[in-house]
């Protein structure tokens, strides 16, 4: 597994002003509590106003997602998807970032995938601890080079 953090540009303009929504799933709730209280407390820092969404699970995200664009600058979904014996990992996977891309894409605001996908639970554990942070920060940073672009 990778030990490194992830080098992500923090942002340099004002985004006091912007609004964050962060999704999250029920299922796997142990894996995102804590991705939750580290992509929260980075927030915290750039004093990002942001409100928590929940949902059952990560097949419902990109539906959420679709439905807080017009409301909110950027999106995070934080879920996990542990591989199991069947094929759903696979299906809900490829469906679920497929359709996240599509509605960012569509309706021209950031949404960051911050959904695991791993094989197995400890794996998960392992990720959820450090990322977060790195899920809010890749948010600020796409609104940081927004601001710059217009």
């Known amino acids: 597994m990778k030990t490194s953090e992830t080098k992500i540009n923090k942002p340099s303009s004002d985004l006091h002003n912007v609004r964050v929504a962060v999704v999250i799933t029920n299922w796997n709730e142990e894996i995102i509590k804590p991705m939750l209280e580290d992509c929260l407390s980075l927030l915290d820092k750039y004093n990002i106003d942001k409100k928590t969404f929940v949902v059952p699970g990560a097949y419902e995200l990109p ?4 439905n807080l664009c017009t409301e909110y600058d950027a999106i995070i979904l934080l879920g996990c998807i542990i591989k199991g014996e069947t094929p759903h990992f696979d299906i809900i996977s490829q469906s679920i970032s ?9 309706k021209n605001t950031p949404i960051i995938f911050g959904v ?3 094989n197995n ?8 601890a450090s990322k977060g942070s790195e899920f809010a920060l890749s948010a600020l940073s796409v609104l940081d080079t927004l601001k710059k672009i217009k």
């Not at 539906?63 to 679709?66: H, V």
């Not at 639970?121 to 959820?128: F, G, I, L, P, V």
């Open 121 to 128: 639970e400890s794996e998960a554990e392992e990720r959820a």
């Open 63 to 66: 539906f959420i997602a679709q």
């Open 116 to 118: 695991l996908t791993t």
């Open 98 to 106: 497929d359709k996240v891309l599509e509605t960012s894409l569509d």
